[in-house]
T-cell receptor
Framework: QKEVEQDPGPLSVPEGAIVSLNCTYSNSAFQYFMWYRQYSRKGPELLMYTYSSGNKEDGRFTAQVDKSSKYISLFIRDSQPSDSATYLCAMSQPSGTYKYIFGTGTRLKVLA | DTAVSQTPKYLVTQMGNDKSIKCEQNLGHDTMYWYKQDSKKFLKIMFSYNNKELIINETVPNRFSPKSPDKAHLNLHINSLELGDSAVYFC???????????????????FGNGTRLTVT
């Protein structure tokens, strides 16, 4: 079993839809949770990060962490064609492992 | 004024050759990384340097050798290239190694745009 699991998609939604992207993980020591967006032929760019549990909102994006279920989500409201990209979750534990573990990414297509 | 830049962007070479990829960051970060992304988009860490000192060395063939001349630069040299080395290689940097800062302070990765290596 991989440490971080993510549905690869593709996920196709109409413009304006609410998108829900999810990751599950197995290591209960993870405390930092990040979402990256990767456009084709580009490097991943950081969208959101949260520490421990809870929600964080930034514009149309909301990141949610449920540590009891080992489940994290990224919600995109009013999705736009420009949101079409691969979304990668990443997580890390605080105690000196120096590693970020990535999910395999979910490919999202927002149709105009 | 690109934050993390890598060269070359594309690299096509034959099996058995030796090649290098260079990376530079102008963010003032202490920590730099090499990640490999396979055809299924899976990002796997290869190496990390903190202020020129190697801190992560994953199970990578010893044909891969990183070098950090200073904390703003991290290069990757690959000897005797194999077909399975074909992938996109990303350089990244972060303010400090995850786990070294205050417990509630994140140290997010900033990625370059990758080097697409094709071995024929």
């Amino acid at each position: 079993q991989k440490e971080v699991e993510q549905d690869p998609g593709p996920l196709s939604v109409p413009e304006g839809a609410i998108v829900s992207l999810n990751c599950t993980y197995s290591n209960s020591a993870f405390q930092y949770f990040m979402w990256y967006r990767q456009y084709s032929r580009k490097g991943p760019e950081l969208l959101m990060y949260t520490y421990s549990s809870g929600n964080k909102e930034d514009g149309r994006f909301t990141a949610q962490v449920d540590k009891s279920s080992k489940y994290i989500s990224l919600f995109i409201r009013d999705s736009q064609p420009s949101d079409s990209a691969t979304y990668l979750c990443a997580m890390s534990q605080p105690s000196g492992t120096y590693k970020y573990i990535f999910g395999t990414g979910t490919r999202l297509k927002v149709l105009a | 004024d690109t934050a993390v830049s890598q060269t070359p962007k594309y690299l096509v070479t034959q099996m058995g050759n030796d090649k290098s990829i260079k990376c530079e960051q102008n963010l003032g970060h202490d920590t730099m990384y090499w990640y490999k992304q396979d055809s299924k988009k899976f990002l796997k860490i290869m190496f990390s340097y903190n202020n020129k000192e190697l801190i992560i060395n994953e199970t990578v063939p010893n044909r891969f050798s990183p070098k950090s001349p200073d904390k703003a630069h991290l290069n990757l040299h690959i000897n005797s290239l194999e077909l399975g080395d074909s992938a996109v290689y990303f350089c990244a940097s972060s303010p400090y190694p995850m786990g070294d800062g205050p417990s509630s302070y994140n140290s997010p990765l900033h990625f370059g745009n990758g080097t697409r290596l094709t071995v024929t």
